[in-house]
């Protein structure tokens, strides 16, 4: 079966220091895959994304993550967090295959508490 | 990006009646989803919304208990039939016209009594 791991349940970082949230998936077949970002009592916003090309990607507030396709991660990282990123942190991926449908495939996320 | 409004945002309902939850999307996208996420978890999908023909249903979800439609490429609705306290949850749709990353809608809280 297709799953999305994330090893971090919750992240609690200092304001300034770096943060590193961890995703793995497990499949053979080509994937497309995603980061959003959940604020308290919103909906998701997309963070960044990886589709082909190069594998370290940028996006938005400073995040980027870097796609492993050997150890099939897709970490998430910020070299200097602010309390403003204390949010749930979603890894998500699209398998690519016949019958996998085209829906996203979510972990069961990661709680960021940044304090002072 | 598709720009993705979803009502209601919130409601309490009695147990045993129905609930209607409407998506509508500011430009026409190909794909439309519905995932529930309970308190404190992860996102579950529960159908791909297909424009004029019936849902492509997840385990675990039947069209008995929430049925779809989705009439053209910007409208979609989910109802949460004789809904039970389990059925508590934040609803949310998501969209896009292709696989460079859905967006998704603000979620609809739902209490039930």
């Known amino acids: 079966a297709q799953s999305v791991t994330q090893l971090d349940s919750q992240v609690p970082v200092f304001e300034e220091a770096p943060v590193e949230l961890r995703c793995n998936y497990s499949s053979s077949v080509s994937v497309y895959l995603f980061w959003y970002v959940q604020y308290p009592n919103q909906g998701l916003q997309l963070l960044l994304k990886y589709l082909s090309g190069s594998t370290l990607v940028k996006g938005i507030n400073g995040f980027e993550a870097e796609f492993n396709k050997s150890q099939t991660s897709f970490h998430l990282r910020k070299p200097s967090v602010h309390i403003s990123d204390t949010a749930e942190y979603f890894c998500a991926v699209i398998y690519l295959g016949a019958n996998s449908g085209y829906a996203l495939n979510f972990g069961k996320g990661t709680s960021l508490l940044v304090t002072p | 990006s598709a720009v993705i409004s979803q009502k209601p945002s919130r409601d309490i309902c009695q147990r045993g009646t129905s609930l209607t939850i409407q998506c509508q999307v500011d430009s026409q996208v190909t794909m439309m989803f519905w995932y529930r996420q309970q308190p404190g978890q992860s996102l579950t999908l529960i159908a791909t919304?297909?424009?004029?023909?019936?849902?492509?249903?997840e385990s675990g979800f039947v069209i008995d208990k929430f049925p779809i439609s989705r009439p053209n490429l910007t409208f979609s609705t989910l109802t949460v039939s004789n809904m039970s306290p389990e059925d508590s949850s934040i609803y949310l749709c998501s969209g896009g016209t292709d696989l460079y990353g859905y967006t998704f809608g603000s979620g609809t809280r739902l209490t039930v009594v």
């Open positions: 919304a297909n424009q004029g023909s019936e849902a492509t249903y």
